[in-house]
């Protein structure tokens, strides 16, 4: 037991007893609670939320070292998970607040007029959100197994115990809290190793102004060690792949129904485009500074541990090679270690650079706080949408509509235990890298909710038989897809399985609106509640006028 | 309840829609126009970035950011100017919650 494990085990149980505190203190006591927080929320603490629940372990701990090994080709990540801020809170956002349900497959579900419609958004749910689990559960047990020095099986396990417990007993207004406490945690766990990396290298505290001039440097020393170039475009894939990578994850976010689903919890449209706003805001604290992050990484890496004897490397590395997720090997046997002999792991990078960097135990210990909450905040967020999807929209709303509440929350937390298990089960021996696994949620999301979600808004003549046709086409397209890509070598224009999204995106589009012309439009009400979503809530859209409620006189009935 | 002239509601709904399409256009320019021309961006340089890097790690994501809070700003000023109300906004978005 030394020092390091005593001071990352402190801040760990910290941030854990603070984490369950909040969501003891909100426990959830009606169903409306559980499932969209009461709907109060004001979007500023909202936008914190949405920043805890969007950032997983894939932006945490993945995402710098995506982008240090893959150098500029790692930005598309970057680039497109922050812009489907921009569908989502221009495009979608607002308008399904206003129609007012608990979760996404019941939006779909009651605008197409269709229980198939539901249930197969139900089950994409929970497809999407299981895969995206996984990552984060490998996630967390890259951390704790870091830290407790065993296999990283070992903390997988841990961390999916105690995912399930408190997701299970706060409901989505104890997670809302939670998640505010979790994002302030992650952020400034990010933030200060970046400022001291920045000072170290640069004098300067600003990372973001100031790491241009490690970029500069660092094109010299990728000249002089003869290897493909940092800043150069498309080394890693072709422009294709890039534009396919950043088309899905943006398509993705506007569909992913756990970031969805806390728009619900503010009070009105007004309140949903603000905490989109200060949702990028802080989201983007942590995007912006993750290239820093690669740059002063790899800088380090390039000009202190590379050129180095391979039997005088620093400490840190030997823990990693335990883990296996580095390898420094001498194969020319020259005694010192080439910047091409040393092997990094994109998921790593992160969690070492405060060793790299040597910033001392209490940075590390806070990054291994940040990273669990991170991944402890999206899991919760995922579990909630698993559990909505379960208890909700099959269980209530098709299997047993008479059920109480108590027997509906009671299926919802049971579904959480075993969802949470189940991801934890696969995450032992995880099919990809994290930002990969993460990455296939979303080329999920962008090839059934995107399309569904977008037509279903602005599109009225679109209808039952549409979009059932459109999610199934899209969800096969993009599933076959990442099949064919990554064990068949399949590819067009050089796309692998990450841009998956922009196939299945495209066809189902393109089927909801030949299968929807080619059959009977959506009834009257329908129409006229998709018109009615153009306008505030304050205005109502019937029989072809559109009415102001000003509060003069009782509003018509339907 | 009182109706509201037609044109008006309709001005509406082309306001907002107007606005939606500039900043979705500019979103798109900032990203995926400057990946299109990475190649001839790249021999531009931007404090110490080549200007298609710069873009990529923080130029879209500052835009997207920016639009965003314009976006809500200028939502807010267009619902004002057509009279609606917020406060009675948000008692009719709570009662208007479908609870089953």
């Given at each position: 037991?030394?020092?390091q494990?005593?001071v990352s085990?402190?801040f760990i149980?910290?941030t854990?007893?603070?984490?369950?505190?909040?969501?003891?203190?909100?426990?959830?006591?009606?169903?409306?609670?559980?499932?969209?927080?009461?709907?109060?929320?004001?979007?500023?603490?909202?936008?914190m939320?949405?920043g805890a629940?969007w950032m997983s372990a894939a932006s945490f701990i993945g995402m710098a070292g995506t982008v240090m090994v893959m150098g500029y080709?790692g930005l598309g990540y970057i680039m497109?998970w922050t812009?489907?801020?921009?569908?989502?809170?221009?495009?979608?956002?607002?308008?399904?607040?206003?129609?007012?349900?608990?979760?996404?497959?019941?939006?779909?579900?009651?605008?197409?007029?269709?229980?198939?419609?539901?249930?197969?958004?139900?089950?994409?749910?929970?497809?999407?959100?299981?895969?995206?689990?996984?990552?984060?559960?490998?996630g967390?047990?890259v951390v704790?197994?870091r830290l407790?020095?065993?296999?990283?099986?070992?903390?997988?396990?841990?961390?999916?115990?105690?995912?399930?417990?408190?997701?299970?007993?706060?409901?989505?207004?104890?997670?809302?809290?939670?998640?505010?406490?979790q994002y302030i945690v992650l952020i400034v766990a990010y933030l200060v190793p970046v400022i001291f990396m920045s000072l170290q290298l640069t004098n300067n505290p600003a990372p973001w102004l100031s790491y241009g001039t490690v970029i500069e440097e660092m094109r010299?020393l990728?000249?002089?060690?003869?290897?493909?170039?940092y800043v150069?475009?498309?080394?890693?894939?072709?422009?294709?792949?890039?534009?396919?990578?950043?088309?899905?994850?943006?398509?993705?976010?506007?569909?992913?129904?756990?970031?969805?689903?806390?728009?619900?919890?503010?009070?009105?449209?007004?309140?949903?485009?603000?905490?989109?706003?200060?949702a990028l805001l802080f989201i983007g604290l942590l995007y912006l500074s993750a290239p820093a992050y690669a740059a002063f990484s790899r800088f380090i890496l390039m000009t202190q541990v590379a050129?180095?004897?391979?039997?005088?490397?620093p400490?840190w590395t030997?823990?990693w090679?335990?883990?296996?997720m580095l390898?420094?090997?001498?194969?020319?046997?020259?005694?010192?270690?080439?910047?091409?002999?040393?092997?990094i792991a994109n998921d790593i990078v992160v969690m070492a650079t405060p060793e790299i960097a040597n910033l001392g135990v209490f940075v590390i210990g806070l990054m291994a706080a940040g990273a669990m909450a991170a991944a402890?905040s999206t899991?919760?967020?995922?579990?909630?949408?698993?559990?909505?999807?379960?208890?909700?929209?099959?269980?209530?709303?098709?299997?047993?509509?008479?059920?109480?509440?108590?027997?509906?929350?009671?299926?919802?937390?049971?579904?959480?235990?075993?969802?949470?298990?189940?991801?934890?089960?696969?995450?032992?021996?995880?099919?990809?890298?994290i930002t990969?696994?993460?990455?296939?949620?979303?080329?999920?999301?962008?090839?059934?909710?995107?399309?569904?979600?977008?037509?279903?808004?602005?599109?009225?003549?679109?209808?039952?038989?549409?979009?059932?046709?459109?999610?199934?086409?899209?969800?096969?397209?993009?599933?076959?897809?990442?099949?064919?890509?990554?064990?068949?070598?399949?590819?067009?224009?050089?796309?692998?399985?990450?841009?998956?999204?922009?196939?299945?995106?495209?066809?189902?589009?393109?089927?909801?609106?030949?299968?929807?012309?080619?059959?009977?439009?959506?009834?009257?009400?329908?129409?006229?509640?998709?018109?009615?979503?153009?306008?505030?809530?304050?205005?109502?859209?019937?029989?072809?006028?559109?009415?102001?409620?000003?509060?003069?006189?009782?509003?018509?009935?339907? | 309840?009182?109706?509201?002239?037609?044109?008006?509601?309709?001005?509406?709904?082309?306001?907002?829609?107007?606005?939606?399409?500039?900043?979705?256009?500019?979103?798109?320019?900032?990203?995926?126009?400057?990946?299109?021309?990475?190649?001839?961006?790249?021999?531009?340089?931007f404090n110490g970035f080549?200007?298609?890097y710069y873009m990529g790690a923080q130029g879209a994501v500052l835009?997207f950011i920016?639009?965003?809070?314009?976006?809500?700003?200028?939502?807010?000023?267009?619902?004002?100017?057509?009279?609606?109300?917020?406060?009675?906004?948000?008692?009719?978005?709570?009662?208007?919650?479908?609870?089953?």
């Amino acid at each position: 037991m030394d020092t390091q494990f005593l001071v990352s085990l402190a801040f760990i149980l910290g941030t854990f007893g603070l984490y369950i505190g909040i969501a003891i203190y909100n426990q959830a006591k009606a169903t409306s609670d559980f499932y969209v927080a009461g709907r109060g929320v004001p979007p500023i603490y909202n936008g914190m939320a949405i920043g805890a629940d969007w950032m997983s372990a894939a932006s945490f701990i993945g995402m710098a070292g995506t982008v240090m090994v893959m150098g500029y080709d790692g930005l598309g990540y970057i680039m497109g998970w922050t812009g489907g801020y921009l569908l989502l809170t221009f495009l979608m956002a607002p308008q399904l607040r206003k129609y007012g349900r608990y979760t996404v497959p019941e939006f779909i579900g009651d605008r197409y007029g269709s229980s198939t419609a539901r249930l197969i958004a139900a089950g994409a749910t929970i497809i999407i959100s299981f895969t995206y689990s996984i990552g984060q559960m490998s996630g967390s047990g890259v951390v704790i197994g870091r830290l407790l020095e065993v296999d990283y099986r070992i903390g997988t396990i841990i961390g999916a115990c105690l995912i399930a417990f408190y997701a299970a007993l706060g409901g989505m207004k104890g997670i809302t809290w939670t998640q505010v406490a979790q994002y302030i945690v992650l952020i400034v766990a990010y933030l200060v190793p970046v400022i001291f990396m920045s000072l170290q290298l640069t004098n300067n505290p600003a990372p973001w102004l100031s790491y241009g001039t490690v970029i500069e440097e660092m094109r010299a020393l990728d000249r002089e060690f003869g290897i493909s170039e940092y800043v150069v475009p498309f080394t890693e894939g072709t422009k294709w792949q890039f534009l396919a990578l950043m088309f899905t994850l943006m398509a993705g976010t506007a569909g992913l129904p756990h970031v969805i689903v806390r728009f619900y919890t503010v009070s009105t449209m007004k309140a949903a485009r603000w905490s989109g706003a200060w949702a990028l805001l802080f989201i983007g604290l942590l995007y912006l500074s993750a290239p820093a992050y690669a740059a002063f990484s790899r800088f380090i890496l390039m000009t202190q541990v590379a050129g180095s004897p391979i039997d005088q490397l620093p400490a840190w590395t030997t823990s990693w090679v335990d883990t296996g997720m580095l390898q420094v090997a001498d194969t020319d046997g020259d005694g010192i270690l080439q910047w091409q002999e040393l092997q990094i792991a994109n998921d790593i990078v992160v969690m070492a650079t405060p060793e790299i960097a040597n910033l001392g135990v209490f940075v590390i210990g806070l990054m291994a706080a940040g990273a669990m909450a991170a991944a402890l905040s999206t899991a919760g967020g995922l579990m909630i949408a698993i559990s909505a999807s379960l208890s909700h929209d099959i269980y209530f709303r098709s299997i047993n509509p008479n059920a109480s509440d108590k027997k509906r929350l009671a299926v919802g937390r049971w579904s959480i235990v075993i969802a949470s298990l189940a991801a934890g089960l696969i995450a032992l021996n995880p099919p990809g890298a994290i930002t990969q696994i993460v990455a296939w949620a979303f080329a999920l999301a962008s090839g059934s909710f995107f399309p569904a979600l977008l037509l279903g808004v602005w599109w009225k003549r679109s209808n039952a038989q549409g979009v059932i046709a459109g999610m199934l086409v899209g969800l096969s397209v993009t599933l076959g897809y990442i099949f064919a890509a990554k064990y068949g070598g399949f590819t067009i224009l050089g796309i692998i399985d990450t841009g998956a999204g922009v196939f299945g995106a495209t066809a189902a589009i393109l089927t909801n609106v030949i299968v929807s012309l080619a059959t009977k439009p959506p009834s009257k009400k329908i129409q006229e509640e998709v018109i009615d979503l153009r306008y505030p809530e304050q205005m109502t859209y019937r029989d072809g006028e559109v009415w102001i409620d000003d509060g003069n006189d009782v509003p018509p009935s339907r | 309840m009182r109706k509201i002239d037609k044109k008006v509601a309709d001005s509406y709904f082309k306001t907002r829609t107007t606005l939606i399409m500039i900043y979705l256009a500019i979103g798109f320019v900032v990203s995926y126009g400057c990946v299109l021309f990475a190649e001839p961006l790249s021999n531009i340089t931007f404090n110490g970035f080549p200007l298609h890097y710069y873009m990529g790690a923080q130029g879209a994501v500052l835009t997207f950011i920016i639009l965003l809070f314009i976006n809500a700003v200028v939502s807010d000023r267009v619902d004002r100017k057509y009279g609606i109300d917020e406060a009675r906004n948000e008692s009719i978005g709570s009662g208007k919650t479908v609870d089953h």
